[in-house]
């Protein structure tokens, strides 16, 4: 797991988090915040919040309160405990992109299915930057609707042992979650302890939680499981179309869920969400990558550290179609300032295409590039003595070359970043190899990944007890 | 021209500048700094200096009173006053590429003629995000070699109205870059008063300089031109393995050769340059966009704000071989760390491919974006009452959206940030316009502009003249 302990860079002046801090507590008390599960407004009525119909308006100290008894950090359990993930302080962990129904390889472009997932969670599995394969890596469309989360949870526990995201589709989906990190785990006392999943609860921003993700939030929230709350913001659409609004839109989002979670269990472990970026209001497609998403990651790591919060941000997000120069750029637009900002849980920090319609395979390849440059970025250098290397100096002198010094022969495997996909060939050699970009190696990188994947090991009988419950389930389900 | 005003984002603590400020005072005092020029080394044998041959015993203390000479900031003339650009402060002036002998347009790599380097003159001129068109953007290796930098510099006065960079081959060839400026500005004096070129004087690093750029350098410093001091750093060849022993060799001789244009000319502009990346130690190609030079741009801003001197960085810097996602992630990698390290003077901001070998139009666009978005993200946020547009809040309420509220409608053309080459078109539409990628999208764009290009108003008698100069020089010359 990474810790950045480099200097976060931050852009806000106090008079600006003073203003934006009156802003968001404007929004909860005079707006007021929906929430449209009546148990979730029983919860706030019983807390004695003012409410009207499924608005609850919330005293803004009120929701400080629970804030507060959340988590500044916690342990995100694997099965593997040498991959367990510690959420918050220094600490980045990185899981896989989400959500996106189509799946693209090469120049192929198609719906995805439950082998793309699989395949997804090898190369997860396989790359050490990737603390977890994420969740809904892409839509399995061949499986039924009604029972796709459970193979896709037995996939992540199974084809990797690292953290995995649950359902989050209906509160009986969580639940099928809960199940079966129960079952991987040794039982509910088990995963109560300290989380087994981490699960993405949206905001249908502006203001509004659905029934099925509170559903879903509640169950985790009971079981002591993780959520990130992230209200989903494409300003513009979701929300007005200045940064300042839409961060303080996004605190009341997310500060209004956290305090709900508080309420069902008091201390449950949390995460500030920020799905941040804007419409392209010409064509009203969303944009990624931007100029407004990277100021917004950095004000967004200021203000949750404000809140003593862990805090998510978005990853390698890009507009383009394919993997090409816009890919590439849009993707390290958002992932720099990531990294600036120091985000404690990056979801989409792998094989994110087409404003996440599309999980592509190249694509993931990239931005596992683009973790390790900037792993390697973000770890301080050491300045002593030794690393002055006087001794070199004095051994070359004037107008010589370092290539054969002692100082470099000693370090030369090692004291360089070494690529996994760049490419410094010269044209010629490059030429004689098939003139090959980045995108196509990267092809043959995954492919690459895929084959020599091996299966961590499992118990036999704790994998026949999960697909025991998969198989009991789907009937259930009446698939 | 673009004024920085976010945060440095500095990573050096005082404990390590101190480490560092021991280490270049130890290689100048105790190794000394090679010039291979007579004039130098009696340049500094007058002030007192140590020398054994062409080798000079520095005093630190020596070196900073004639640094102390060079002003902290200084305007760089252009013909066109409202082009001049301010070196120093927070201000962020960006130049083409600068150096290559091949040319790339598509699928086509051959060598530089003279037609390309007035195309990327044009292509400067036309967008604003570059404040100069560079100097030897590509190498017109159609022309002959003793007179080719005639022709340069005369497409650089007379395509672009904007500053320029000058020929540094030779003291002849620098003599004649300020001749020609005399003509373009109206003699000596109105070039003295403010520099009306600025030249890259290259170090032969490790520790020596040589005869020709030193010459040029003389030149440039009597004429009161700004040169750029640039020790040329890549890591395991002209330096050692470590980052803080490139920086001690940088410092050692930038401010060597800083000093020594104090003692041909106290008071001459100068800029603290940065050219530093690493080594492939596998395959002895040079690495761009690496880890190592993100950091060590970090740091360079850092120590020349130390040393009170306007610094110069790389820019779109890349090893591949194509307009590919490595390009494009290595240039962000680049240039993201450019902007929060605060660079002065951007060389290569623009069209920079193949390590340097090569001119790219493609790369050109590509890079443009870069630049635009970035220029866009380094803008500091305005924050305060209206900026939170409660009113939309209030409008568009709980579940709604934005697209239509009246906040949004007042500001939709101007509100966010409006790419040139980004695409966010719907996948079926994309489809239908020919699935064209970023490159082949810039393929377009540079062609449009150059087709669009007009050039700025000259005088004609200015013009005249500086052509009769390019020719009877040229004759001179013997070409």
Tied chains: 1, 2.
Aim: aromatic fraction near 8%; charge should be negative.
């Amino acid at each position: 797991m990474f810790r950045n302990t480099m200097p976060r860079y931050e852009i806000l002046s106090e008079d600006a988090m003073d203003t934006l801090d009156r802003g968001w507590r404007r929004i909860v008390s005079e707006i007021g915040v929906e929430f449209i599960l009546p148990e979730a407004v029983e919860l706030f009525k019983a807390a004695g919040c003012k409410t009207q119909d499924a608005i609850v308006f919330l005293d803004p100290d009120f929701v400080l309160e629970q804030v507060a008894k959340a988590p500044r950090e916690f342990e995100l359990q694997a099965r593997n405990p040498e991959r367990s993930a510690h959420i918050g302080g220094q600490n980045m962990v990185f899981s896989g992109v989400y959500g996106p129904p189509f799946v693209r390889a090469g120049d192929e472009r198609r719906e995805a299915t439950m082998a793309d997932f699989e395949r997804f969670v090898m190369l997860s599995q396989a790359f050490p930057q990737l603390d977890s394969p994420g969740g809904t890596i892409c839509e399995p469309n061949d499986r039924p609707l009604d029972s796709r989360h459970l193979d896709m949870v037995f996939a992540l526990q199974t084809l990797s042992d690292k953290p995995y995201m649950g359902s989050v589709t209906s509160g009986p989906n969580a639940a099928d979650t809960i199940a079966m990190s129960e079952i991987l785990f040794g039982g509910r006392e088990a995963i109560e302890r300290s989380p087994a999943s981490i699960s993405l609860i949206n905001v249908n921003s502006p203001l509004r939680f659905d029934d099925r993700m509170l559903a879903a939030m509640f169950e985790y929230n009971r079981a002591n499981q993780a959520v990130i709350i992230t209200p989903f913001l494409l300003m513009g659409a979701m929300s007005p179309v200045t940064v300042p609004a839409t961060l303080v839109q996004q605190m009341a989002e997310a500060l209004a869920g956290i305090a709900l979670a508080q309420l069902v269990r008091p201390g449950c472990p949390v995460v500030f969400g920020s799905f941040l970026s804007n419409t392209d209001l010409q064509s009203g497609s969303p944009s990624f990558g931007t100029p407004e998403s990277a100021i917004g990651l950095l004000c967004t790591g200021q203000i949750a550290r404000r809140f003593g919060l862990p805090w998510r941000s978005g990853g390698g997000l890009t507009s383009s179609q394919t993997v090409d120069a816009q890919a590439a750029y849009e993707a390290l637009m958002t992932m720099l300032p990531t990294f600036l900002a120091g985000a404690n849980y990056v979801m989409h920090a792998a094989g994110w295409l087409e404003s996440g319609l599309v999980s592509c395979y190249e694509k993931f390849i990239v931005d596992i590039e683009i973790l390790r440059m900037l792993q390697e970025e973000f770890t301080p250098l050491e300045i002593d003595e030794a690393s002055l290397a006087y001794g070199a100096h004095q051994e070359v002198g004037q107008g010589g070359h370092f290539l054969g010094a002692e100082h470099t022969l000693e370090r030369f495997r090692t004291c360089f970043y070494r690529p996994l996909l760049s490419s410094t060939e010269n044209f010629e050699r490059w030429k004689s190899k098939g003139s090959r970009d980045a995108t196509e190696r990267a092809g043959e990188i995954w492919r690459k990944t895929v084959e020599e994947y091996e299966p961590p090991a499992l118990d036999p009988a704790v994998r026949e007890q999960l697909k025991e419950y998969v198989d009991r389930r789907r009937i259930e389900l009446g698939d």
